[in-house]
């Protein structure tokens, strides 16, 4: 199961407060803003800044 649209659309950056896209695979939430990736596990987004990862 994929995440929500409308979850989607009022999930932000809990850095910056930008706006997040879903990653090509699915797998991920990545800021361009910041450069960070928010992963997804089990359709959950981790959205810890200290958990993110540096986008490639």
Do not use: F, N
């Not at 695979?25 to 596990?41: F, P, S, T, V």
């Amino acid at each position: 199961m994929a995440l929500d649209k409308e979850l989607l659309d009022i999930l932000v950056c809990p850095k910056c407060k930008g706006a997040l896209e879903l990653s090509p695979a699915g797998d991920a939430l990545h800021c361009l803003a910041c450069k960070l990736k928010y992963r997804i596990e089990d359709d959950i987004p981790i959205m810890l800044i200290d958990e993110a990862s540096p986008l490639d």
